[in-house]
């Protein structure tokens, strides 16, 4: 099974008179949507309290949660305060996951450090993260989710996000097509460029991690450095397109969480992707 849904509530959620983040769940049902990805990009705040209560609204509404991590996250930094740090956040992300029932936590890598290679970067980023997961054992069922960027100068190809998912199976390959598209200069204007990527992600990690893979997938704005603005479907100039990657779910018999990370239409733009894949699945 697909499931679909938004990175964070739209402005719709508020037009439509909601205000607390405990009512989205609902909301989101009535959509027709099956997926919520908590937004802790600033900081994980959340109340124990506040967590249970989406828990038990998620389960009533058969919502599947993932939390989107602080984007403060380095793990290839050089600076052992800021690896603590970078550990504070992950192991505060994964604490609200237990609690919300979150089955992943999604992580950005970090950046390339200045005027080094990024086979440098890439290895300290590797020595850190098998030091998370050792500290980490307690929250064995929750998946850190390693996330593909958008700018160039980031840690974050897919063949970095792989290697480093090579290193666990706790760790979960998190493919945003944006990103890889902005950061690729527009790639996947054509279906085998994604096609492409599905295979390498089966070769190296095995077809039951390429099976479940976590999916953000919206248009994107990009320059040379790569990502630039997240956009929208309503604006036709930008890709990646969800018509070119949908018929690939079925392929590869995907059973992938897919969120969109729309600007501003999270809600809508997941409403649109999963009219798409039901429409390919009618005809099947
Ligand atoms: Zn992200």
Redesign the pocket.
Known sequence: MVRFGPAGNSSLFYEEGHKSSLEIPKFLREKGLTAYEYQCGRGVRVTEDFCYKLKKASEENDILLSI?SPYYINLASEDREKLDKSFHHIEKSLWAAEKMGAKVI?V?PGSIIKGKKREESLAKAKSFLEEVLAKTKNYEGIKIGL?TMGKVNQLGSLDEVLSLCLLSNRLKPVI?FGHLHAREGGLFNRREEFQKVLEKIGEVLGEERLREIHI?FSPIEYTQGGEKKHRTFDEKEYGPRFEDFAPLIFKYNLSSVIISESQDKQTEDAILMKNIYDSLKGGR
Request: net charge negative; proline share 0%.
């Open positions: 989107h999604v950005h996330e945003d953000h």
